[in-house]
């Protein structure tokens, strides 16, 4: 088993994923999922050990632990509006829980919130950074397949939408170098566009 750093974690439960999630501070991209707030630690150190032991096989460096945060007493001194206190109040009430459990219910829920949030945008950031990558390798084969046909046309290659000049249909959108056909093959009847 590798040996993980003492990372920072964090646990918020996640309405979209109806399951608590766990993060890791230095490594956000990495997470545990579980129905318990246990459990969602317990899949996060799998996790991690499995990026731990990717990172040592590739001989790079893992990232720092960050230093340990400002000790907080838990007790919180907070002015409101007359109108917010007497609304989280009534709330309370309603709920039957206490004024101060209320507020940290939800506080409680607004930082679960926003953790969510977080990590989705990560998420997302991490998922349109696959696809650019993945774009820019298809489009380089593309390149790579026409150009490895030796096609060059008064000095440069030459294009043309839809069709090839020997009115070859092959899909509108696509495109292809002018004066072939739609098998790749130089058009020498036509002229060139």
Known sequence: MPNVPNYGVRVFWS???NEYVAVCDELPEVSGLGST????VRELQVALEGV???????AEELPAVRP?????????????????HRDAAR????????????????????????????QSENSLRSFQDEVTAKTQLWIQIAVTKVLSQNIVLGGAPQWSRGRAATSASIGSGVFVPAGLTGDG?????????
């Open 15 to 17: 309405d979209e994923d």
């Open 185 to 193: 093959v130089m058009n020498t009847t036509k002229g060139v566009n």
């Open 52 to 58: 731990v032991k990717i990172y040592a096989e590739d």
């Open 68 to 84: 340990v945060e400002t000790a907080y007493s838990g007790k919180l001194n907070v002015r409101l509006g007359k109108s917010l």
């Open 37 to 40: 707030f246990e459990e969602a």
């Open 91 to 118: 709330f309370a009430e309603i709920e039957g829980v206490s004024l101060n459990q209320f507020i940290q219910n939800s506080v409680s829920r607004e930082c679960g919130r926003r953790e969510g949030r977080l």
